[in-house]
């Protein structure tokens, strides 16, 4: 019963890598989000995307990139990880109109 | 900008006690509302949606109530359970989910 799938639950990286997060979803929504969670902030929206190719800055759309080549896949990319962006990182894929599923997350630790 | 408010922050009740959870909205312009749940360390479940031309929706022990003219939603929670304990968050949905900080639900056994 997947339906939003986060590539890895868990990952460390080194500051100025280049990280890359994947989100796969099978439900062939239009719509995908990359949101970051933060203990005191709540879930803030990075980018978000309506349709293969398209994208739309959200909120805290600094030191991110994201790709949308394929309708069911919509990655996030850290283009020079630092420590601020240590978090969990969470995906999201959703009908025009209708409910929302979310991925389980990916705990990003940037060290 | 659409501002989400969830009151309680955090809330503690005995085993079998029924319980309100809030949510409200500045924007009344929206698609749906939708409340999740998420355990610690976890991503968020889906428990109701409740689209704009809709009042509630039910599921099992849940009933969550839409009033778009007040801006608020609430998510009833009957004979809670040990199990229940996990933190709630609303969405309200335009072109984006908005979400509030949630509800953090402890229920002591």
């Known amino acids: 019963d997947v339906k939003v799938t986060q590539s890895s639950r868990y990952l460390v990286k080194r500051t100025g890598e280049k990280v890359f997060l994947e989100c796969v979803q099978d439900?062939?929504?239009?719509?995908m989000f990359w949101y970051r969670q933060d203990p005191g902030l709540g879930l803030r929206l990075i980018y978000f995307s309506y349709d293969v190719k398209m994208k739309e800055k959200g909120d805290i759309p600094e030191g991110y990139s994201v790709s949308r080549e394929k309708k069911e896949r919509f990655s996030l990319i850290l283009e020079s990880a630092s420590t601020n962006q240590t978090s969990m990182y969470l995906c999201?894929?959703?009908?025009?109109?209708?409910?929302?599923?979310f991925g389980s997350g990916t705990q990003l630790s940037v060290l | 900008k659409q501002e989400v408010t969830q009151i309680p922050a955090a809330l503690s009740v005995p085993e079998g006690e029924n319980l309100v959870l809030n949510c409200s909205f500045t924007?009344?312009?929206?698609?749906?509302l939708q409340w999740f749940r998420q355990d610690p360390g976890k991503g968020l479940t889906s428990l109701l949606l409740i689209q704009s031309s809709q009042r509630e929706q039910t599921s099992g022990r849940l009933n969550a109530s839409l009033d778009k003219s007040s801006g608020r939603s609430t998510l009833y929670i009957a004979a809670s359970q040990p199990g229940d304990s996990a933190t709630y968050l609303c969405a309200a949905t335009g072109n984006q989910f908005y979400f509030g900080t949630g509800t953090s639900l402890t229920v002591i056994p």
């Open positions: 999201a894929s959703s009908l025009v109109v209708g409910a929302s599923e």
């Open positions: 439900m062939d929504h239009e719509n």
């Open positions: 924007d009344s312009a929206i698609y749906n």
